[in-house]
Nanobody
Framework: QVQLVESGGGLVQAGGSLRLSCAAS????????MCWYRQAPGKQRELVAT???????NYSDSVKGRFTISREVAKRTVYLQMNSLKPEDTADYYC??????????????WGQGTQVTVSS
């Protein structure tokens, strides 16, 4: 089993910052591409940012220049630094990982989500 646990969400004023963390544990041989998604109330889940094992990053246009995804490979942890937060960033944020498991299979996993609320 592989588990992804997000943390760092909360309530913040517009213009403020939050740093989300996602720690992976379990039967992991290697974490490959990791992503952050978000889902706002009444909206579909959308991809926010991705980072490869080599450190290549991609961002949705809505967060580009404000959010930064990073990772510490040895700690099996990915982060999302969110600056200049806007009310429209309010959502549940989910960590997603492409995992090569100890039995040498490839599987994808989701975290439980962490809530981010940005007040105006």
């Amino acid at each position: 089993q592989v588990q992804l646990v997000e943390s760092g969400g909360g309530l913040v004023q517009a213009g403020g910052s939050l740093r989300l963390s996602c720690a992976a544990s379990g039967s992991i041989f290697r974490l490959n591409t990791m992503c952050w998604y978000r889902q706002a109330p009444g909206k579909q889940r959308e991809l926010v940012a991705t980072i490869t094992l080599a450190g290549t990053t991609n961002y949705s246009d809505s967060v580009k220049g404000r959010f930064t995804i990073s990772r510490e490979v040895a700690k099996r942890t990915v982060y999302l630094q969110m600056n200049s937060l806007k009310p429209e960033d309010t959502a549940d944020y989910y960590c997603h990982a492409d995992v090569q498991t100890l039995n040498l299979g490839f599987q994808t996993y989701w975290g439980q989500g962490t809530q981010v609320t940005v007040s105006s």
